[in-house]
């Protein structure tokens, strides 16, 4: 299993499944300029006295700005900030144009909405083969609430966080002959979203309305004016279709009206529909406030990605009509 | 926003927001005496010399070993080593206890099973602070497929990577009058859930069995001899419930048997619904694939604490009866 012979990209490969997060480290050349990188070799070092590391190549632009600078600030990243991790990891000339500045301690440039920030001052340099060890006396730092971005072969990424205790939803093992466990996707998909549902269904039964009848003024309030073969391939992914005594019921309880073969909400049903919208929002606030919004957006991205993988080619929803 | 007073918790904290993997770096003390520690210091320095590094408190029992030791491996620690990484976080004195090792390079120990390993000269010792940096060349280094433990913020995580293309499941803008919107927690959920549930309701209409049926059997193949009402109350968290018509047709279709109203699964009853729990691993395993086992158990742990976040208080299927 030990690979003995240097090849560059299998090393680099493993070397890239330490995960890391992301940082700029921006200085100020004595001509003014500012100058700044995406580096991923920040590391703590030191409490007492507060220092930090980072390194960079030997052949980078920047470099002679950053062995004549005494400061520099790191900034790492939030996972809003992928862009400038993008802007700043390439040879572009103007990397910090249209971006405003906060106020720093030191000549440094300092990036504002960051997750957390630190003020140094160089403190040592040491070579590091290709590389130049920088190691810094923090001035002053911050931070944030903006989730943290994160990196990890070569893609970033988004942490889940394991909460301390492991998350069961049982208090014992279930029994020795059961081929199911809660830990079978299907079902842990099914039993959230039951969950999530089970709070809007209160919302739809004040408003005497059932979950067909939700899918059909979600619909209708995307796009108006639909005909029920329209409607049903928009709610195809549900597994079940609506009829017209669906329709019907709808059009007496004054939400939908029909003209020529087209359905289309009054303003009743519309107003029921952002009411649904409301709460699914409200439910969705919960979860958030529960999960952390980095962990939120970690799960959207990750159903998204269930949802591309097992897509039978729905129609698309969301498009704007020819 | 900048603190200038060294709060070392606020320090700490700050520093924490840097995710990073987690690594055990081990050596060999000159009596033969293995030590370990956990660390999440580590970083790439070097392509060209291959050097790494990583620091250690100068209070640490294993400084001596490590500065009077030549050789030292870093293993990248895999999802599946959190246990492992808790045991040489501690104090303990007996870490590689029951441990079993690879042959390595050198005299230093060689754990299995991480996602990767480098293995270790010492090429230079550098004071930092209340730390020794210790930068390495890399003697040798390995790669496996287990995905990597990452920790942010003092907590262990998982990695959602995001793939090189933004994840949108539409190929155009939602109308701008559209309160909706593709983002929405309920919707990628209830979408996820319902494409999977489709791949499995081919085989349910193929037994000839609906939702409900298909609750009902999954209940019962998990513990048997349940009442209506105790199986009601299992597949509450679906939001419907089932009654005696759904049970009879069970009955009828030779699923089922009743014996002083509590049903029992037939032997064809038990065979339909492994069937089941065969198709729904089919297509969890497809998911995996799709996404990779790393993303697969970060859904997974990020579903469960939906769950949990959002649970009404349901009866605990899965525990052994009293």
């Not at 007496?252 to 359905?263: D, L, S, T």
């Amino acid at each position: 299993m030990t690979n003995n012979n240097f090849d560059s990209k299998a090393f680099r490969t493993a070397l890239g499944t330490f995960t890391t997060g992301v940082t700029i480290i921006t200085a100020t050349a004595q001509d003014g300029t500012p100058v700044g990188i995406t580096a991923n070799s920040f590391n703590s070092v030191s409490l007492d006295p507060p220092l930090v590391l980072w390194s960079l190549a030997k052949n980078a632009n920047s470099l002679p700005v950053f062995t004549e600078s005494k400061f520099w600030n790191v900034h790492v990243l939030s996972v809003e900030q992928e862009a400038l991790s993008g802007r700043f990891a390439s040879r572009g000339e103007d990397k910090f144009a249209g971006l405003e500045l906060d106020e720093g301690l030191t000549t440094a440039p300092l990036l504002p909405n960051c997750t957390a920030r630190f003020q140094c001052r160089t403190a040592f340099m040491h070579d590091g083969g290709d590389h130049i060890i920088f190691i810094g006396e923090v001035l002053g730092f911050d931070q944030s609430a903006h989730p943290p971005l994160v990196f990890q072969s070569g893609q970033y990424a988004l942490a889940a966080l394991k909460p301390r205790e492991e998350v069961r939803l049982t208090r014992s093992e279930p029994p020795p002959e059961c081929s199911y466990t809660e830990d079978l996707l299907g079902y842990l998909l099914g039993r959230a979203h039951f969950q999530l549902v089970n709070r809007l269904q209160v919302l739809l039964n004040e408003q005497g309305l059932d979950q067909p009848q939700f899918f059909i003024l979600s619909v209708l309030c995307i796009r108006d004016g639909l005909t029920l073969d329209d409607i049903n391939e928009y709610i195809a992914y549900t597994g079940s279709a609506v009829d017209l005594a669906d329709m019907e019921l709808l059009i007496k309880g004054g939400h939908v009206v029909i003209e020529q073969g087209r359905y289309r909400l009054t303003a009743d049903g519309r107003e029921a529909s952002l009411h649904q919208i409301a709460q699914a929002k409200a439910v969705e606030q919960d979860v958030v406030e529960a999960l952390g919004l980095g962990d939120a957006m970690a799960l959207k991205l990750l159903l998204k990605r269930v949802i591309g993988s097992t897509d039978p080619g729905l129609p698309d929803l969301w498009s704007v009509p020819a």
